[in-house]
């Protein structure tokens, strides 16, 4: 609606909406920005139209205010008509100036700061002057004013102009006002300038942000990355180390101990606190702080490596163990990584007692030693429960070098390590300085090289059981599952027959002749050099007192010499040189610089060696000869081998086996995997089988000259008695006492094959019997256990026991896994026991087996000797005991042996049984129900009831021996055994 005082002229009038005109804000024929959305909008400059880049030019008066113009308003030119040096000054001077724009005083420069969204609050600035505007219309610092115009402006405008002023680039400052903000506003807020410490700061802040934002991702990557395929730790709860399997001798003592680790795990309740503490202090001082890696010792080892100072891993128990336990050690970062990962995840898994354990379980501390409990065995010959502080920091200094640091080979350098350790825990506050100091002057007693039971106490037994082991369980499982095996073996009784054994070789070699020295030097110079050499070749425990040495003479006196081996140098006086005196004196046969072998003389001048390998080893080893000085004994070397298996008959356990004459020489064991002929030492069972099929002692044969056709052969063959000699008819008992070959042929050929075979798989003979006449003179292989199985049965009153070699098979938790039980087979009657037990106690009394009667108890056994004596043999008995003695050489050469089992075997099952009996209680053989024992032999004739006078007897109208003899043909005469 029109004013009627109204006198704008009519130019400048529009239409209202009403119809009527309205006075135009500016006198301008055009707005200053195009017309957005309803063309009749009261606001020719709506909030949301675009601004012009600049304004339009405006005349100014005399003092430089901006007239009212028909052309475009210059933004540049409101104001007083000043440069821009005087627009800084004047905007100094407050909101007031009529330089200052936007009237709230401060630099135009903050101007350009007015954000577009503060610009819907532009009403509120015209808010102060308002009263003003309306009561001095004219007054300089209005709005009106400001705007060169009468009118009041609208929002509109008030945002064109301060918008166009804040994109000038002005530098004077805005003034502040007490609250913060600029002077003249209420809601408008202008940021306040900062300084340049407070521009680095937030840069660095950011820097860093983004860096460890960078390093977050980066691990996060690697994490998933390294993840990959990587071992489960769970499986660790349940972890089983690789341990020792053991084996035990009747009496608990380890007789064997195989593993690819020589482990023995302990609880850490059984190892002491202090033991714990050396371990921490040296390798892991963190370990109950951190979460299984410890980044501040990954920096300073790194750090310590860079400066070459020392090369450290900076590795923490944890990340040890996750190594050794799941993967390699190979010196690679992804393996480091994945070495963290799996630390991280461990210590998710296990308490911290239990890593350690775990890790003191595992580690490896040089000489085989695998865990404390190894080591303290290894090095102190104690428990780890008995262990000092000093000796416990002494393992522990090990852990940095197991091989150089070992107080075995590097002494001093175990020393200094131990030291370390003592000094690490009292630094940490594990030890007092007192306790510290009497750790360090504590002296600590090494025991030196610890010997190896699988080769020192009955190497051929507990191999023997090895081999059983890894047939029923698997090479693997025995060597990494801990197997506690409970064996038969009796260590005393395998004592007695190493000796009884090396006795006889050594016995058997001088028989033989002395063939003199095996090497000569001719200098000193060449002296000193072989035996450096020889000692090289030394066993580090020290002389075996069951083997013999070769031994540089260095002189020779009248009945004596003087010799050395290696560092040992002894003497060897005349009763042990008087098997070689006969052919001569000594500086005949013996110079300086010889060679001769020598065994170390036993303490005993009764019978030598009386010292076990075991005990003499282990003295040795503990360093208990100071003085290197010994007495030796002359021997001499043989090829002939020996081997000895003894069975108690009580419970058919293995309690001695000898397989050879030196285990470190040949593995091979002749007591359990050489099937030998037994010769004459198998006519025992061929005699039972004729007293279960008609013959008794009593029956008569004829020991005279026979041609017989040979079934197995194919041949005619004329069997031969070992002396070449006919005695004519003879009872069988004489005859087996004898060992008459021709009656054995006979009876062998009366009653048959079948009955010899059902007979002989009885009493446990596995292997096939040949067809053929000459098996009754043993002429077929057969083993040690079959034969001692047979044996069995005679004093047992017929019952045959197994050999057995394990009573009981545990796991490492001390679980039974398997029993043996003694085996028994009623094999033959009691009676015919009962005969055989009889007619072998005379053959030792009055025949073959003369060389066993000193030992001046009940006993009986058998000789054998094969075709051409390359194999000797005694198999005998006592109601204790059943024993087996075999020599001979492995090639089967002819005369290998050259003597009769009677002198070469026997002696051997003496000396065996003089010892092992020794102390024990003598008792006879029993007479079993339905049987009779009669006059006749040196201890009586057993016979079943009723058949004395009896039996099976060869007609005695035959012809002569002599006409039968004679009468027969002679071809294949040089074929027959020779045999005993």
Same mark, same amino acid.
């Given at each position: ?78 104001? +007083? ?77 008030? %945002? ?120 921490? @202090? ?9 979460? #299984? ?33 799941? /993967? *390699? ?11 963290? &990962? ?26 085989? @030693? ?53 000094? %690490? ?100 110079? @060449? ?43 002894? *003497? ?71 081997? /000895? ?32 002929? +037994? ?6 069972? !061929? ?52 060992? %008459? ?18 007979? @002989?798989?009885?009493?446990? &003979? ?74 072998? %106690? ?9 060389? !066993? ?25 006592? +109601? ?17 042996? #050259?003597?009769? #089992? ?79």
């Amino acid at each position: 609606m029109s004013d009627k005082n109204d006198k704008t002229p009519e130019s400048q009038k529009v239409p209202a909406l009403d119809g009527s005109q309205e006075t135009r804000l500016f006198p301008i024929t055009k707005p200053l920005v195009p017309a957005i959305g309803n063309p009749s909008q009261e606001d020719p400059l709506p909030d949301s139209a675009p601004l012009p880049a600049k304004l339009p030019s405006s005349p100014k008066d005399q003092r430089g205010n901006r007239l009212q113009s028909s052309s475009p308003l210059d933004a540049d030119d409101w104001g +007083p008509a000043s440069t821009n040096d005087q627009d800084y000054h004047d905007d100094q001077d407050g909101p007031d100036d009529p330089g200052d724009l936007d009237g709230l005083g401060g630099s135009d420069a903050a101007d350009k700061h007015i954000d577009l969204k503060d610009l819907d609050n532009l009403d509120d600035l015209d808010e102060p002057y308002d009263q003003e505007d309306q009561d001095y219309p004219n007054h300089p610092g209005s709005t009106r004013d400001w705007l060169g115009l009468d009118e009041k402006p609208s929002p509109s405008q008030k %945002r064109q102009v301060l918008l166009e002023d804040s994109l000038k680039n002005r530098k004077k400052p805005r003034e502040k006002s007490k609250g913060g903000g600029l002077k003249g506003t209420k809601a408008l807020s202008i940021p306040k300038k900062r300084g340049i410490l407070w521009k680095l700061f937030w840069g660095a802040f950011w820097f860093f942000l983004g860096i460890a934002l960078l390093v977050s991702v980066t691990i996060l990557v690697v994490y998933i990355y390294f993840s990959q395929d990587l071992p489960s730790v769970v499986t660790l709860k349940n972890y089983q180390p690789k341990t020792v399997t053991f084996f035990y001798a009747v009496d608990g003592r380890v007789i064997g101990e195989f593993s690819h680790e020589r482990r023995i795990p302990v609880s850490l309740a059984q190892m002491p606190m202090h033991l714990r503490e050396a371990f921490l @202090a040296v390798e892991d001082t963190d370990f109950y702080r951190h979460q #299984g890696v410890n980044l501040k010792a990954v920096a300073r080892a790194a750090y310590n490596n860079f400066k070459g100072e020392d090369i450290q891993g900076g590795s923490t128990i944890t990340q040890q163990l996750v190594r050794s336990l799941l /993967l *390699t050690s190979e010196r690679k970062i992804s393996r480091k990584i994945r070495e963290m &990962i799996l630390a991280f995840r461990l210590e998710s898994s296990l308490t911290k007692d239990q890593i350690l354990e775990l890790y003191l379980n595992q580690i490896y501390l040089g000489q085989g @030693a695998y865990g404390v409990e190894a080591a303290a065995q290894e090095y102190f010959d104690k428990h780890v429960e008995q262990l000092t502080v000093a000796e416990s920091a002494m393992l522990a200094g090990i852990t940095q070098s197991p091989e150089g640091k070992n107080p075995l080979k590097k002494p001093e350098e175990a020393r200094s390590r131990q030291l370390h350790a003592i000094g %690490r825990m009292e630094y940490v506050g594990f030890l007092t300085p007192e306790e510290a100091n009497a750790a360090r002057g504590e002296v600590l007693n090494i025991r030196g090289h610890r010997p190896n039971p699988n080769t020192t106490i009955a190497p051929y037994f507990t191999e023997h059981v090895r081999r059983l082991m890894v047939e029923k369980y698997g090479e693997e499982s025995v060597y990494n599952d801990g197997y506690r095996v409970y064996t038969t073996l009796d260590i005393r009784d395998q004592q007695a027959a190493d000796a009884a054994v090396a006795r006889g070789l050594w016995e058997y070699a001088r028989r033989r002749g002395f063939k003199g020295p095996i090497n000569h030097y001719d200098s000193d110079e @060449a002296i000193a050099a072989a035996l450096s050499a020889y000692e090289k070749k030394l066993p580090a425990e020290g002389l075996d007192p069951y083997r013999l040495y070769e031994a540089v003479i260095l002189e020779v006196q009248d009945n004596s010499l003087s010799v050395r081996v290696g560092p040992y140098i002894g *003497t060897i006086e005349k009763k042990d040189l008087d098997w070689i005196l006969p052919k001569g004196s000594l500086s005949k046969q013996l110079t300086r610089g010889d060679v001769v072998w020598v065994r170390v003389k036993g303490p005993s001048e009764e019978v030598p060696l009386t010292e076990s390998r075991e005990l003499a080893l282990a003295r040795i080893g503990a360093g208990q000869e100071q003085n290197p000085n010994k007495s030796f004994v002359l021997e001499q070397t043989t090829d002939v081998q020996a081997a /000895l298996l003894s069975m108690d008959l009580r419970d058919g356990g293995v309690r001695a086996m000898v397989g050879g004459r030196d285990f470190s020489e040949s593995q091979y064991n002749r007591a359990t995997q050489s099937q030998r002929q +037994p010769g004459s030492s198998f006519k025992p069972i !061929v005699y039972t089988s004729a007293m279960d099929n008609g013959f008794t002692p009593g029956s008569i044969m004829v020991d005279g000259p026979v041609v017989v056709d040979d079934i197995g052969s194919g041949k005619r063959w004329k069997p031969m008695n070992s002396d070449g000699k006919f005695l004519g008819p003879m009872t069988l008992y004489s005859a087996l006492v004898a060992s %008459r070959n021709l009656v054995s042929v006979k009876v062998l050929e009366r009653i048959g094959f079948d009955a010899l075979d059902k007979t @002989a798989s009885d009493m446990g &003979i596995t292997a096939k019997l040949p067809r053929s006449l000459a098996v009754a003179l043993g002429a077929h292989g057969i083993t040690m256990p079959e034969m001692i199985g047979a044996y069995s049965s005679f004093p047992n009153q017929g019952a045959r026991v197994v050999p057995r070699y394990i009573t009981r098979i545990e796991d490492r938790y001390g679980n039974v896994l398997e029993t043996f039980d003694p085996v028994f087979y009623q094999a033959i009657s009691p009676p015919t026991a009962c005969i055989l037990t009889f007619m072998l %106690r005379g053959a030792v009394a009055q025949g073959t087996g003369s060389a !066993v009667k000193p030992l001046d108890r009940p006993v009986g056994g058998k000789t054998g000797t094969t075709n051409d004596y390359s194999d000797a043999w005694f198999v005998g008995f006592t +109601p204790e005991y059943v024993t087996a003695v075999w020599m001979g050489t492995d090639e089967l050469k002819p005369r290998g042996v #050259g003597e009769v #089992g009677g002198r070469a075997a026997a002696p051997i099952f003496l000396y065996y049984m003089q010892k092992v009996l020794t102390g024990v209680p003598i008792t006879d053989f029993t007479v079993p129900e339905g049987a009779t024992l009669e006059s006749g032999g040196a201890f009586g004739i057993c016979y079943k009831e009723g058949t004395v006078g009896t039996g099976i007897s060869e007609n005695t109208s035959d012809p002569s021996p002599e006409e039968d003899f004679m009468r027969n043909d002679m071809e294949n005469f040089g074929d027959e055994p020779l045999v005993n």
